[in-house]
């Protein structure tokens, strides 16, 4: 039965906006255009969508039906569906993964803050390059401008937090989504008549199929599991405040198609911009953070677009911070009855120490790597390449296997009241093509 005394989504848009808002942010606008760029642009692009219509759906559903079915967070939910067995250790290791992510996303959604600050004075807009390259450098060699924008970001994801389901995380999304989306496609009208556009556009949208490799089809599945926030607890933890009555499928295909949208959108606007101002597409960071201050130099009203554009980057941070917070904090409330706020403030006080540590790694004169990789680096293909597809695999290997066949026909159907072939489908896919398709791609990774 349904829990009715736990918090739920108020609507079915109330649903795709928080899931979409989880799923559409950094990972799209900044990480996507970075992946795509140092694994061949159109070869990425063609690998990643064929990837996403194969699993994108299936994956974002099999975490929903644990969710919902048990209305608990990512530990909860199996200890609830599968009492007395190790399967709760995949939803604590949701957690953890999600937790890891707060401390290296927090650094970027930081940077945001401090590129408002400065686009209110106008002064990170320009078309010289090397001098948008010592801006950026400046910042993250700074002795307090990440780490102070870092923790006030983290700040400001744990009131929206506290304030709970609805009121929060729900309205929050339902405002901040729409917003992001409009300027994203005004900023892409502009990129697009840029001079020299078009070698952009080439290297994003026509695939070279020498580059496809393993490497490529990895990266891929690492971008699809990251920017559809898979594998990390937070579907299931947004699942369990799902409503009984909500179609789960055609949530999971709304939530797809306005990730790949924006993703889309963003290597649409970055890859002709950078081209144009000779920026390579392998630059990394400098894709976001250089980038876009060029084409706002080149813009009419390019003031307004530069500041209003980082104001809806930080927002597009934040919805997904929340739904990394949320994760960490129904967990400490479930599980170690915590009191909301309180599992809270333990949540913001220990990110902004490690994120401490992460931000720091970036730093020039910094000794914190691993294997010659910055902390940051380390912990970002972590994540993507091994813990969240890992994570990932278990949970339709769950809900394929593990689960009651009628219990998972039951959530897909919501009850029984919604019938569809394409039900069928998903949980085929969950069942064989998704566990088949991704160890197989995890063990080719690994043997090479």
Known sequence: MENTNREKFGSK?????????????????????????????????????LILLLLGVSLIVAEFIIGRRAAKNAVG?????????????????GVVTAFTIITFYSTVSGWTLDYICRSVFDNIRGDNLETMNANFNALINSSWRPYLCQALFIIMTAVIIILGVQKGIEKGSKIMMPILLVILLILLVRSLTLNGAGEGLAFFLKPDFSKINVDVIISALGQVFFSLSIGMGTMITYGSYISKKDNLVSSAVSICICDTMVAFIAGMIIFPAAMAFGITPTAGPGLVFNTLPMLFGQMHGG???????FVLLAIASITSLISLFEVVVAYLVEEHSFRRRNATLLTLIVSIVFGIFVTMSLNEHSTLKICGETLFDCLDMITANYLMIISGMLVVLFVGWKMKKADTIDELSSGGTIRSLFNDLVYFVIKYVAPIAIIIIFVKKILD
């Open 13 to 49: 848009i109330g649903v795709v906006a928080a899931a979409a808002g989880s799923a559409v942010g950094l990972g799209n606008i900044y990480r996507f255009p970075i992946v795509a760029g140092n694994n061949g642009g159109g070869a990425f692009l063609l690998i990643y969508l």
């Open 303 to 309: 003031y307004f677009f530069c500041l209003i554009f």
């Open 77 to 93: 939910s199996f200890k609830k569906l599968a009492p007395k067995t190790a399967w709760p250790a995949v939803g604590f290791a």
